[in-house]
């Protein structure tokens, strides 16, 4: 099956800096990695994603990058800000396959933006 | 409101004593699924629902059951808990067509 790893675990910023967070799946086959944002307490919500025909995508301050080649995916966010702070998971799946509904989610990063 | 509600959202049960947790959504959503989030292991897929009598093993579906009935309810049934089942549990649907995964509130469960 697929394999997510997802690092680093812990990412500390100054508020203004940018982070960048990284995925790295096994299969091939997949073709569509989102990411989801998880404040505490609360349920994780996507907050970006990317399909395989498309090497990057942008939404304000974030933005994922992708390399089929490689099998890696990273999530960007420019100008942090202490609302930014939560736990980061990235995703994958074969979506419209034979997997259908088989998502595989990465262990989780947790950022912390101090003001 | 398009939602997604889970019950219990906490519960403390011992080793062996049957529980279920409900999950019901109003989306008209065909794909249901569980999850359980571990420190340091993400979100793992337990069981996963692709329409009415149609579920599938997801990466941990061992000590648990799933039923689906009806297309709006997706209840995970644990038949005999144990401690390496407490966990935050999170049941999702899927919008089928931006494959979105739309979060339940989580349900924080305690097996002593």
């Known amino acids: 099956g697929e394999n997510v790893e997802q690092h680093p675990s812990t990412l500390s910023v100054q508020e203004g800096d940018s982070a960048v967070i990284k995925c790295t799946y096994s299969?091939?086959?997949?073709?569509?990695f989102p990411w989801y944002k998880q404040e505490l307490g609360k349920r994780p919500q996507l907050i970006i994603d990317?399909?395989?025909?498309?090497g990057e995508k942008k939404d304000q301050r974030i933005a994922v990058t992708l390399n089929k080649t490689a099998k890696h995916f990273s999530l960007h966010i420019t100008e942090t800000q202490p609302e930014d702070s939560a736990v980061y998971f990235c995703?994958?799946?074969?979506?419209?396959?034979?997997?259908?509904?088989?998502?595989?989610f990465g262990q989780g990063t947790i950022l912390t933006v101090h003001p | 409101e398009a939602q997604v509600t889970q019950n219990p959202r906490y519960l403390i049960t011992v080793t062996g004593k049957k529980l279920t947790v409900t999950c019901s959504q109003n989306?008209?959503?065909?794909?249901m699924s569980w999850y359980r989030q571990d420190p340091g292991l993400g979100l793992r897929q337990i069981y996963y629902?692709?329409?009415?009598?149609?579920?599938d093993k997801g990466d941990v579906p061992e000590g648990y059951k799933v039923s689906r009935k009806e297309k709006r309810n997706f209840p995970l049934i644990l038949e005999s808990p144990s401690p390496n089942q407490t966990s935050l549990y999170f049941c999702?649907?899927?919008?089928?067509?931006?494959?979105?995964?739309?979060f339940g509130p989580g349900t924080r469960l305690t097996v002593t």
């Open positions: 995703a994958v799946t074969l979506a419209g396959g034979t997997s259908y509904g088989k998502l595989t």
């Open positions: 299969d091939s086959a997949s073709n569509y």
């Open positions: 990317i399909r395989s025909n498309v």
């Open positions: 989306m008209n959503h065909e794909y």
């Open positions: 629902s692709m329409n009415v009598e149609v579920t």
């Open positions: 999702a649907t899927e919008d089928s067509l931006s494959y979105e995964q739309y």
